[in-house]
């Protein structure tokens, strides 16, 4: 088993960096990078967010292809893989689609003050784990890990991103771009401050760009791992 899953962050931004608008929801993208989404959802074991997006674009985070499915359900797996989201105050309401639609398990970390809280409110729609005073992604990973997932995919929101990145846990970024802009500071970023691995003196490795429709994916290997992974091909 490895210390923690195969981990591949997913986002599309606007030109200027936002992943988001201040007070609603804002489809970026188009069909085809939605497509190719849902087919990266379909190679994962596990796909996490953070309480924030659940709360705001409520996801149902399902792989939307039938033949996607029936593929997954044939190789002895559920059809959409396992939704996990990480909260500090469990202001998660147990209706929303993140917790009922579709039946592969859900997992929420908590930070310990709340998690006798989240247990009341979620524990009958989804597993809640006591994750210590602060929930470290390194420490999530690693108990995704011990729970058999073996390739994780991260999708926001930026606050989740940055701790992602800054902890050093992702292998492959997978960023699209979208052809707008939002042009409001309000608005959620990519990424928030931080100190993050990749700076002047140690770049990402730009391995892939691809022109779909009106966005273009940018693919980044960020670990050596990337090149271990069956069908990256580089
Ligand atoms: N364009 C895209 O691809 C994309 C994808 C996803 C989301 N989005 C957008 O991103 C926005 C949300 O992003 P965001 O950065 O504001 O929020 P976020 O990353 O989705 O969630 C942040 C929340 O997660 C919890 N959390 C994060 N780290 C934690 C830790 N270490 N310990 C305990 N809890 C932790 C906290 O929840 P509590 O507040 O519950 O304590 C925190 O408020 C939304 O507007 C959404 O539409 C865009």
């Not at 994962?44 to 359900?73: F, H």
């Not at 709340?114 to 999530?140: P, S």
Request: with cysteine; proline share 4%; charged share 30%.
């Amino acid at each position: 088993m490895r210390e923690r899953p195969y981990t591949l962050l997913s986002c599309c931004v606007s030109i200027d960096g936002y992943i988001g608008k201040a007070a609603s929801r804002l489809l970026l993208s188009n069909e085809a990078d939605f497509d190719r989404v849902d087919a990266v959802r379909a190679s994962c074991d596990a796909i996490l967010v953070g309480a924030k997006t659940v709360r705001a674009d409520n996801p149902r985070l399902l792989v939307r292809s039938e033949a996607r499915r029936e593929e997954r359900t044939a190789r002895g797996l559920p059809d959409s893989p396992v939704k996990v989201t990480v909260t500090r105050r469990a202001e998660l309401d147990s209706r929303a689609d993140f917790f009922n639609a579709g039946d592969a398990e859900k997992i929420v970390y908590c930070a310990s003050p709340w998690a006798a809280a989240a247990q009341d409110r979620l524990g009958r729609v989804a597993t809640v784990v006591d994750a210590g005073e602060n929930v470290e992604m390194r420490m999530l990973s690693a108990d995704l890990a011990a729970r058999g997932i073996d390739r994780l995919m991260v999708e926001g929101g930026g606050t989740v991103h940055t701790q992602f990145l800054t902890e050093d846990i992702v292998d492959e970024l997978q960023l699209t771009v979208a052809p707008i802009f939002v042009g409001d500071s309000e608005a959620p970023r990519f990424v928030r401050d931080g100190i993050f691995p990749w700076n002047p003196a140690r770049r990402a490795e730009l391995v892939d760009v691809q022109k779909l429709g009106d966005v273009v994916l940018l693919r980044y290997a960020l670990s050596s791992r990337f090149r271990d992974q069956a069908g990256n091909g580089c």
